[in-house]
């Protein structure tokens, strides 16, 4: 019988002489009503697969609008995904293309390390706290200044700019910028 509630269309089987076969004995000419729901979102239609399917798209461009991943996928199946399985397929793509936030914290040791090593006498700080998970700390702010700029200092006007913008999303807090301007500006 169909899947659709209320529908009257039936397919009628029987179990064959042969092991493992059927044979279909009555079938009815039309049936549409399954298709009506198989538009709409297909089990088979996997965040994973829109991962695979638009990951060069956002390699080109991270601002990918998940209404045009939606109609990619429509116009490509034939097949409406909802707006939070694209939403999830774009996340997934970006992470793997950009990494994830985690990853990117976990490496922020070693890029300052490196920072450091490769411009001499530039100077970095991190301030962390532990965390209740073994072997693991929250960053609560990074701080870091070139050896040109602390040597530029002293060229510049007595004023300092202060500049910030907000982040958002899982990660909130706020990025600072401190600039000074010597006579050229």
Known sequence: M???KDCPWRIMVMKSKRPGLFVITKLPAEHNCILMTLERN???ISSRMIVDIIK???TESPYLKVKNIQSQMTSM???????????IGKQKA???VYGDWTTSFTKLPNFLS????????TIA??????SDMPNTS??????WAFKSMIDGWQHARPVISIDGTFLKRKYTGKLLVAMGSDSND
């Not at 199946?77 to 939403?87: P, R, S």
């Not at 929250?138 to 701080?143: D, F, L, N, T």
């Open 42 to 44: 297909h089990k088979k």
């Open 125 to 130: 700080l991190i301030d962390a706290v532990a």
């Open 77 to 87: 199946y034939n097949y409406h995904v909802t707006y939070k399985k694209a939403w």
């Open 2 to 4: 169909c899947v659709v």
């Open 138 to 143: 929250i960053c609560k702010r990074v701080w």
């Open 94 to 96: 970006i992470s793997d």
């Open 114 to 121: 490196v920072l450091m090593h490769y411009n001499p006498g």
């Open 56 to 58: 060069q798209q956002v």
